[in-house]
C-alpha cells in the first residue's frame, strides 16, 4: 500500500516535469524496469534512490512523500 503512494507520487512528478519513464530511469542509473516496478507500487525504492529521484525532479523528499493520513 505504502510503496503504491510513493509510485504514483513518483510518476505523476516525473511526467509533470516532462520525463519519459526511458530519459528519467537513465538519470537516475535505473533499469527501466525497476523504474516501473517502482511506479506501479510493486517495489519500494531505497532511501538513496528516493534522495536521487528527489534531486533529479528538483524537489525535497518531503515534498515526493505521499501525505501522513490523519
Known amino acids: 500500500m505504502e510503496a503504491e503512494k510513493?509510485?504514483?507520487?513518483i510518476r505523476a512528478y516525473r511526467k509533470l516535469k516532462?520525463?519519459?519513464?526511458?530519459?528519467f530511469s537513465k538519470e537516475?542509473?535505473?533499469s527501466v524496469s525497476i523504474l516501473?516496478?517502482?511506479e506501479r507500487g510493486n517495489r519500494?525504492?531505497?532511501?538513496?534512490?528516493?534522495t536521487r529521484i528527489?534531486?533529479?525532479l528538483n524537489?525535497?523528499?518531503?515534498?515526493?512523500?505521499?501525505?501522513?493520513?490523519?
Open 6 to 9: 510513493w509510485g504514483r507520487r
Open 28 to 30: 537516475l542509473g535505473v
Open 36 to 38: 516501473g516496478e517502482i
Open 44 to 50: 519500494l525504492p531505497p532511501s538513496d534512490l528516493l
Open 59 to 70: 524537489i525535497t523528499i518531503d515534498e515526493l512523500a505521499p501525505p501522513k493520513e490523519t
Open 18 to 23: 516532462g520525463f519519459t519513464q526511458e530519459s
Open 54 to 56: 528527489a534531486q533529479s
